[in-house]
């Protein structure tokens, strides 16, 4: 007799015969992430049981730190002689590579708007970190930029003496035993000391990187763009500021007492917990605000926002949704919880969202930028959904402004082609620092008139463009 143990879709007869499921898993060819070869100690070989709990051995002393359905499956084994589990890795996206022909034609949205300017360069065999020696070699000069999202986590390598796209890798971020929303990551990190969160997502982007098939060494900085609480998690910042009303990151409490001149962050390979060069910078992109992250930063410096006369909205719709309008003179910024589903890149009988939180923090935008509609030029639309919405609905049912298709712009993964803009040069990114300073945030929470706005854009009618703005 055997238990029927389905791993990622791939079945085997597993017994009571000592093997774990990790043990299984290679067996059937699953690849499971680990660095301390099967021990139990990086915490990395996470699987998620989804049938079949009773029939696997109890938690032990490793697994303290997971909740219900999550386990080690280096710990774990079959105590059943019949039954049926099944389980899952945290799911992996396809690598991408130039050599085997991947198309990265689409980066970047402004690629003609920044200089090569990368803060590493070449001298001679020097290789210098922001003109400071840091290796001796003639070899190649390697950069990586991360979208560390809540739910996805996209890598993509790149070349920095010539900007050239090398590989991109995408998985599920494994901090998701942690909860699926940020706040809930919060709490579990206060009630979880040890930089859980912060080691097992470091583990996971390693692997990433040994997959690209380059000398590690070769790598020399990392920028990621992600929202605040990832962000802060990642570099080790307290979080707590961030999981309490007014929703501030530490680096936003220290810039105003004057204690750092912008919010972004920086830390060593070491500290970073990466196998790259040991002199290498990872850069943390600067945040706007507690909820507008550094991956609503990364999609203005995507746009070229700086530089831009016209009068351009970003929104980021993801498991936050961000919301940006302006132009290099002036910039509005504010956010709104995901609270819908999509299903499969298209609106759900269940959009908009109740509240009508998107419409109306766009009519609030507007108004107090004194605009409307009619007077925008581009409607950028990016994130996890909004880069795959369908338009022609969403414009229907208010969750979009009913605008010409010429003025709507769907741009993939913003956030990772701001943070590429950011690695690749240093000028921009000195630029989005001072830019991020600037950008006015928009209080929704206490505005007079969102209550009434939310109710209007509850009620599945377009917002047309061509119709007055509350303000006049």
Request: proline share 4%; net charge negative.
């Amino acid at each position: 007799m055997a238990v029927k143990l389905i791993i990622n879709d791939r079945p085997i007869d597993a017994e009571k015969n000592g093997l774990t499921i990790f043990d299984y898993a290679e067996q059937v060819g699953v690849r499971v992430p680990t660095s301390c070869k099967k021990q139990g100690k990086c915490k990395e070989c996470v699987v998620e049981v989804t049938q079949g709990a009773q029939l696997i051995s109890p938690p032990n002393e490793f697994e303290s730190h997971l909740p219900e359905n999550f386990r080690l499956s280096c710990q774990t084994k079959i105590i059943a002689e019949n039954g049926e589990v099944t389980c899952h890795t945290m799911r992996a996206g396809q690598m991408r590579t130039a050599q085997s022909g991947a198309d990265f034609s689409s980066f970047i949205v402004h690629r003609s708007a920044f200089s090569l300017d990368p803060a590493v360069r070449r001298d001679g065999d020097r290789i210098l970190l922001d003109g400071e020696e840091i290796e001796r070699s003639t070899g190649s000069i390697h950069g990586v930029a991360i979208d560390l999202g809540t739910t996805t986590i996209v890598v993509r390598l790149l070349n920095l003496e010539t900007g050239e796209i090398i590989a991109e890798t995408s998985f599920e971020n494994p901090q998701r035993f942690g909860g699926s929303d940020v706040i809930s990551r919060i709490h579990y990190e206060t009630a979880h000391p040890g930089n859980m969160l912060m080691r097992i997502a470091a583990g996971y982007i390693k692997h990433a990187l040994e997959d690209f098939g380059v000398d590690l060494k070769t790598i020399y900085e990392v920028v990621i763009a992600s929202n605040s609480a990832m962000r802060d998690l990642y570099f080790r910042l307290s979080v707590n500021t961030l999981g309490q009303n007014p929703y501030q990151s530490i680096t936003e409490i220290e810039l105003a007492e004057g204690k750092r001149t912008n919010t972004a962050l920086t830390a060593t390979a070491k500290q970073a917990l990466l196998p790259i060069h040991p002199k290498a910078r990872v850069y943390g992109m600067p945040i706007i605000r507690g909820d507008v992250g550094a991956d609503a930063a990364a999609c203005m410096l995507a746009v070229n926002l700086a530089r831009e006369d016209r009068l351009v909205c970003i929104i980021d719709i993801g498991a936050n949704t961000e919301l940006i309008l302006g132009n290099k003179n002036r910039i509005l910024a504010t956010s709104c919880p995901m609270v819908s589903s999509f299903e499969g890149g298209s609106i759900s009988r269940d959009m908009p969202m109740p509240d009508g939180a998107i419409t109306a923090s766009l009519r609030i935008l507007f108004q107090e930028y004194g605009k409307d509609l009619s007077n925008l030029d581009y409607f950028y639309l990016t994130g996890e959904l909004g880069g795959h919405l369908k338009t022609d609905a969403s414009s229907r049912i208010g969750l979009i402004p009913n605008l010409p298709d010429s003025k709507i712009v769907q741009i993939g993964n913003a956030s990772l082609e701001g943070a590429c803009i950011a690695l690749l040069s240093q000028s921009n990114r000195t630029e989005l620092e001072s830019l991020a300073k600037r950008v006015e945030y928009c209080q929704l929470e206490t505005h007079p008139e969102f209550s009434d706005f939310s109710v209007k854009g509850s009620q599945l009618k377009p917002l047309d463009s061509q119709k007055k703005m509350p303000h006049e």
